[in-house]
């Protein structure tokens, strides 16, 4: 055999070897792919620029992590912004701040709150936190099982966004998402938290299938009623 034919041999070898191998690659991909594929196609309808936003008497506003300061990221900042301007223009009438209390991100809910009402000019009175929504599974579940919220819009950037609506909506509450104002969102920033997202998803289902409670379970709690009241 020629130096040649022996040379394609080879090759036609490494081919047959390697084929299962992209055949077992692609099959993982997808498989993967399916918890992010019900994220986004759960939530299609649902999903809202500030201005085409639709009404409820409760905006979730999701936590994020805080500046060393104390004071809300420039994202986080974004959410209570486009939350304010809800509550401004009378298509939300509270809002429930969740997030972290007092975890390695900071005070979430103190920022939180701080920003709402002292710069955004917020109604004290309008205002819940709940400091136990460690995670966006966490504040869905939470959210309707201490606070007995049914309705709702919750408020993240737009690569988060999908996640969240489909999470509360699955768990029985319902929501529309408003996409949150993100001065730093560059292509780069973007890109890289849809890349984080998109294998968040993954858990996201895991938790949604076993239906798995909150970290931190509470009793029920009347804030959110009052402020409905008093607001």
Partial sequence: MSRAGHRARLLAGVRRRRRPLIILGVVALLLSSIPWLWTTTSARGHLYDEAAAPSADVV???GTRVGKDGRPSVRLAGRLETAAELVNSGRA???????????????????????LTGELGVDPRR????????????TCARARDVYGVSRALI??????????????????????????????????????????????????????????????????????DDALRDG
């Fill in 127 to 138: 205002v819940v936190a709940d400091p136990y929504g460690l995670d966006t599974y966490d």
């Fill in 93 to 115: 009438r509270v809002v429930l701040v969740s997030g972290d209390g007092g975890g390695r991100s900071g005070d979430e809910i103190a920022a939180m709150t701080a920003y």
């Fill in 60 to 62: 979730i506003v999701l």
């Fill in 155 to 224: 408020v993240t950037q737009s690569y988060h966004l999908a996640r969240a609506v489909t999470l509360c909506r699955h768990l029985g509450v319902d929501t529309d998402g408003v996409r949150a104002r993100c001065d730093d969102c560059s292509a780069l920033l973007l890109t890289h938290q849809s890349l984080r997202d998109y294998l968040a998803s993954g858990k996201a289902a895991w938790d949604a299938l076993r239906r798995r409670p909150p970290e931190v379970v509470s009793p029920p709690s009347t804030a959110l």
